[in-house]
């Protein structure tokens, strides 16, 4: 898997839009990009997935530039209940087989 | 739908104790399994991986072992637990490339 890196922590308050950028230089042709969400004493939970350009769902928007050496997760209005950890992951999407190593992510903490 | 099942959810074991934590997978055939430990205010440190029966690639040298019996059923175990084993035990399968699907965990306290 590609090395990823984030920032370690990032604070901000209810209704603002937080944008969480990964860097991922050594990332592959066939690598896809995967953001994770983790609350205290549960296991991490898929929320977004893109090869590029923008990939938007119900939680959260994921923006790959041309060169796809960076990605940014961009979480609108966020509340209380969005503080937790971030993890951004970079891998192949077929066959599975990726070895899925996390690194430490990126704490975001929702305040009032 | 896939499901995955990982039991017990806390567990206190004293020093020098065994330990077996199992974890099963409902609904996929041949999945890529994954054991995982979680330290407080830590990220997740990969344990053991499996793509297969009898199949384990072990990430980190530890007391810790893991086991693949059948298809669907990933263990792990050791022989005599230490403290530094205390942590947040999460076992995953590995769906479509990078989307993993974790279980509920298990809190492990060695006393």
């Known amino acids: 898997l590609a090395k990823t890196t984030q920032p370690i922590s990032m604070d901000s308050y209810e209704g603002q839009e937080v944008n969480i950028t990964c860097s991922h230089n050594n990332i592959a042709t066939n690598d896809y990009i995967t953001w994770y969400q983790q609350f205290p004493s549960q296991g991490p939970r898929f929320i977004i997935q893109?090869?590029?350009t923008k990939v938007t769902n119900e939680v959260a928007s994921l923006f790959i530039p041309a060169d796809r050496k960076s990605s940014t997760l961009s979480l609108p209005r966020v509340s209380l209940s969005d503080t937790a950890v971030y993890y951004c992951l970079v891998g192949k999407i077929t066959g599975g087989g990726n070895k899925l190593t996390f690194g430490t992510g990126t704490q975001l903490k929702v305040e009032l | 739908s896939q499901t995955i099942h990982q039991w017990p959810a806390t567990l206190v074991q004293p020093v020098g104790s065994p330990l077996s934590l199992e974890c099963t997978v409902e609904?996929?055939?041949?999945?890529?399994l994954y054991w995982y430990r979680q330290a407080a205010g830590r990220g997740l440190q990969l344990l053991f991986y499996?793509?297969?029966?009898?199949?384990i690639s072990s990430e980190v040298p530890q007391n810790l072992s893991a086991s693949r019996p059948q298809d669907r059923q990933f263990i792990l175990s050791s022989k005599k637990l230490l403290l530094s084993d205390s942590g947040f035990y999460l076992c995953?399968?590995?769906?479509?490339?990078?989307?993993?699907?974790f279980g509920q965990g298990t809190r492990l306290t060695v006393v």
């Open positions: 499996s793509v297969g029966i009898g199949q």
């Open positions: 893109g090869y590029k």
């Open positions: 609904g996929t055939s041949n999945p890529n």
């Open positions: 995953a399968w590995e769906g479509l490339g990078t989307e993993a699907f």
